[in-house]
């Protein structure tokens, strides 16, 4: 049995009660729908923004973040005024604001194989607005295991990807992917970043698959892909055919339960502290400027050339991490050494890759240029 | 000849070209050719054992390759291959185990070296 509008939803939403497509059945069902978003971000603000209006009963969000200024550059549910505040607590009020007639839930913490099956099980549909494989291949499995339509988008720079993953009628995420790329393969932080608007682009188009799903109208991408780019203008679309050797939908699927997804990615889901090659590795910001007064040390800054543009250390070399195992030469394994990065991360995989070449005088700097932009000198610009 | 489309995050490996005019009578030549042409990209497209990597999909039109047949799918002048990357979003996407847990890092930092071919019927 539908709930029934109000004299005062009934014009809110009357653009949507005049396309015969909805109508009045249509809008009772979207106020009896429920949806979980999984990320407040990129990808998660035009899609909570566009389904809260258009009256979905009920929306989950889950995120463990706080708004960073460094968001707002695409994540527009948030704001100036947010800043340092719980994402989930910044989206609800402002979906709250949209439309009040509503209920958000929020789930402030990480999306995790102990927790997902219990946040899932209660909504009809999950939205991937995440920004990393893990929490991908978990999306995609809980959604499985619970039979219920995973609508997927993803972006990177230029380029958005969008689906409907559903198991029961097509194929899932792992039949197109049933892998993620190993570490060294992925795209490091600093090849990372997104065109500001290309969220909106790609996230509009997730909240109209979302839409599409729980009316039942139209065709879903179920069994295709939606691959855009921005810089060429272009939409293309390919089929995609369930897998017979999925691990998790096909016939003979293998695993029956959730996993452990950074393990299996290789890389972390959720943020751990800076970056640290371990013990006894390490120099500190303030140990390094301390020497760098006495000792002459070489500084190898293993970051791309784009990123010196924004900050960097006098003297040192640059030798981006992808070609210092072809740059070997370039260096001397008698110099003590300090190698570094954004933030250590890669310095520290730097660091084991100059160890088993035979470097034995390398540490790593922990924190990276934005430690020492936060602790030794505050003229250089963090990013 | 037909064209290969690249996506974004490859583009760094073709000189930030979108798309690379290919020459070959099916997807493995034309593979080929693409990595003579710029042999940077070899490797996140193929392991060692010269196996196309699992994680990699290459469309031909609308079709999956691995739904025809593989890198034998005869191409013809005037066709759209494309390369469908595996993304996961915008934010910082380091991996950062090595202090957490080291074995599992040297672990992973092998498997990113000598991936294991899986068995999808692509040689």
């Known amino acids: 049995m539908l709930p029934d509008l109000s004299r005062d939803e009934i014009l809110r939403y009357s653009r949507h009660l005049l396309i015969p497509e909805v109508g009045l059945e249509g809008q009772r069902k979207l106020k009896n729908s429920s949806v979980l978003i999984i990320g407040t971000g990129g990808l998660g603000s035009p899609v909570s923004l566009y389904l809260a209006a258009a009256g979905i009963g009920r929306i989950g969000l889950v995120d463990y973040d706080v708004v960073d200024s460094s968001n707002l550059q695409r994540q527009v549910i948030h704001g100036t005024s947010t800043v340092g505040k719980l994402k989930v607590e910044s989206a609800k009020s402002k979906l709250l604001d949209l439309n009040p007639g509503i209920q958000i839930d929020i789930y402030n913490e990480p999306y995790t194989s102990e927790n997902a099956l219990r946040i899932a099980k209660d909504y009809d549909i999950i939205l991937d607005g995440t920004d990393n494989f893990p929490t991908r291949y978990l999306t995609n499995d809980v959604a499985v295991f619970l039979g219920k339509p995973n609508v997927y988008a993803s972006i990177y720079r230029f380029d958005g990807q969008v689906s409907v993953f559903y198991a029961k009628e097509g194929p899932c995420y792992r039949c197109l992917f049933p892998e993620p790329p190993p570490p060294g393969l992925v795209p490091s932080c600093a090849e990372g970043g997104v065109l500001g608007v290309l969220p909106g682009t790609i996230g509009t188009l997730q909240a109209t698959e979302a839409l599409k799903v729980l009316l039942g109208i139209g065709e879903p991408l179920i069994g295709k892909l939606l691959l855009y780019n921005a810089l060429d203008m272009s939409f293309d679309f390919v089929k995609l055919k369930k897998n017979p050797n999925c691990r998790v939908c096909g016939p003979n699927a293998d695993i029956k339960e959730l996993i452990d997804y950074e393990e299996f990615c290789g890389v972390p889901s959720h943020d751990h502290e800076e970056g640290s090659a371990g013990a006894g590795k390490d120099i500190s910001v303030q140990e390094l400027s301390e020497r760098m007064k006495t000792n002459h040390l070489k500084l190898l800054d293993v970051r791309e050339p784009h990123e010196l543009q924004i900050s960097a250390l006098p003297n040192a070399v640059n030798i981006p991490l992808g070609q210092l195992a072809a740059r070997l030469s370039e260096l001397d394994s008698a110099d003590e050494m300090v190698i570094f990065c954004k933030s250590g991360s890669r310095s520290a995989r730097g660091l084991e890759l100059l160890a088993s070449a035979g470097f034995k005088k390398v540490k790593n700097l922990k924190g990276g240029i934005n430690a020492w932009a936060r602790e030794v000198d505050q003229s250089l610009p963090l990013y | ?123």
């Open chain 2, 1 to 123: 000849m037909p064209v290969l489309r690249i996506p974004t995050p490859l583009r760094a490996y073709t000189s930030g070209k979108s798309e690379v005019s290919v020459n070959g009578s099916n997807v493995g030549e034309a593979l080929t050719d693409l990595m003579t042409q710029f042999p940077p990209i070899k490797p996140h497209l193929f392991n060692e054992g010269g196996e196309l990597r699992p994680f990699v999909n290459l469309f031909l039109g609308e079709n999956n390759i691995k739904d025809l047949q593989g890198v034998s799918t005869p191409i013809k002048d005037g066709d759209k291959l494309m390369l469908i990357p595996s993304i996961a979003g915008g934010r910082h996407c380091e991996p950062d185990r090595a202090k957490q847990s080291p074995i599992l890092w040297r672990r992973l930092l092998r498997r990113s070296l000598s991936f294991a071919p899986r068995n999808d019927g692509i040689k």
